[in-house]
């Protein structure tokens, strides 16, 4: 027993001087390649158990022939194990400059495309992640490149709807200051009229800033949805009539609700102008209200005839009007980015979508 454990110390003694001059090579060599590295963890276990044997068989007093054997078949084992570390270092270091390659095209701007035949586990779970962050990045650039086209889209409209009645402000105010306005009462009707629809559409500007920005400050109570419809159909009624289109609100489920009451009025609110002001004369716009299983929808259908397939994407986008809604008073294409705004700020979602004779914006709330 004691012989057994007298060799095994002088076989750790060996390996472990091994192992410390390797570890040292390998700090040395930590920044060259896997090739390197690989060949290295190699010689390394070949250099240990040859220092351990020739340590015990230095101390066992073996005979010149057995100690050339024994180094004649470590030297073989070292030469297999060496060319396997390098074979297999080699194509791993393969595999990672491939992913190199592939990483880099993504990163330029394109989309990555991982490499088939992964030669490991953490490769190949290092692609799925990469392919995962470049379908993100498509998302957002996707997004990024829709948001600027809307940006443009929004400052050409809005500088086209502030500079027309301001052309008509100066002329009205020209008009009155030479004194050639037939009737000042008209002219100063019209002028506010005008700054009131300039005040809207700053006020509209605001609020979507606000928005944007995440600072909406929402005060939630419980209230009634029956109530919050019934006072904004009160309060379009006038623009109803106007345009002679039919409000139906008589599908209401009194189902209670947390929300921000002013703020959920301008919802409905800029969901039943743009809906009256879509639907032709002797049209109707009905507002319906139930509760389900995602929560409590809220729908207005219109009477517009429908949104082309390919707009459905873009009605909720800052700026938006359809081709056919590019002169007042439709407005800067703000009142349903703010719809979407103000419902995801009270962690909800508002929708889209075509039925027969028009359209139907549905909006879903949590449940109280």
């Not at 027993?1 to 001059?21: C, E, N, P, R």
């Not at 996707?142 to 402000?169: M, Q």
């Not at 809906?275 to 409590?296: L, M, Y």
Request: charged fraction near 20%; proline fraction near 4%.
């Amino acid at each position: 027993m004691k012989d057994v454990l007298l060799i095994a110390l002088f076989a750790f003694l060996g390996a472990a001087a091994a192992g410390l001059l390797g570890a040292g090579v390998l700090r040395l060599l930590r920044h060259r390649s896997l090739v390197v590295s690989l060949s290295v963890v190699a010689g390394v276990a070949v250099a240990a158990m040859l220092a351990g044997t020739l340590t015990v068989a230095w101390a066992m007093f073996l005979s010149s022939h057995d100690l050339y054997v024994v180094t004649t078949v470590v030297a073989m084992a070292a030469l297999v194990s060496l060319a396997t570390a390098v074979l297999l270092g080699r194509w791993v270091a393969a595999h990672s400059r491939e992913l190199t390659l592939a990483t880099r095209s993504f990163g330029d701007g394109g989309t990555f495309a991982a490499p088939a035949g992964q030669p490991t586990a953490e490769l190949a779970e290092l692609a799925r992640e990469l392919a995962a962050t470049s379908a993100k990045l498509d998302s957002s650039r996707e997004r990024e490149r829709a948001l600027e086209a809307s940006r443009r889209e929004l400052v050409a409209w809005i500088s086209h709807d502030l500079r027309t009645p301001l052309a008509g402000l100066r002329a009205m105010a020209e008009a009155l200051e030479d004194g050639m306005a037939a009737d000042s009462g008209r002219y100063l009707r019209q002028i506010r009229t005008e700054v009131e629809r300039m005040n809207g559409m700053v006020g509209d500007l605001f609020e979507l800033s606000r928005i944007q920005a995440g600072s909406l400050t929402l005060t939630p109570a419980r209230i009634s949805l029956y109530d919050l419809v019934g006072d904004a159909l009160a309060g379009v009624d006038p623009l109803a009539r106007e345009h002679g289109v039919r409000l139906i609100g008589d599908r209401i489920d009194e189902v209670p609700v947390e929300v921000d009451g002013k703020e959920m009025s301008r919802v409905l609110g800029n969901l039943l102008i743009n809906a009256i002001r879509r639907t032709p004369p002797d049209g109707t716009v009905a507002v319906a209200a139930h509760r389900s299983d995602g929560g409590v929808v809220l729908s207005v259908t219109d009477g517009c005839g429908g949104i082309p397939e390919e707009d459905l994407p873009r009605v909720f986008d800052t700026g938006w009007r359809g081709s056919h809604a590019r002169t007042p008073p439709a407005g800067a294409g703000l009142g349903l980015a703010i719809v979407r705004g103000i419902v995801e700020a009270h962690a909800g979602r508002a929708e889209v979508r075509n039925v027969q004779g028009g359209c139907c914006f549905s909006v879903t709330l949590p449940a109280a």
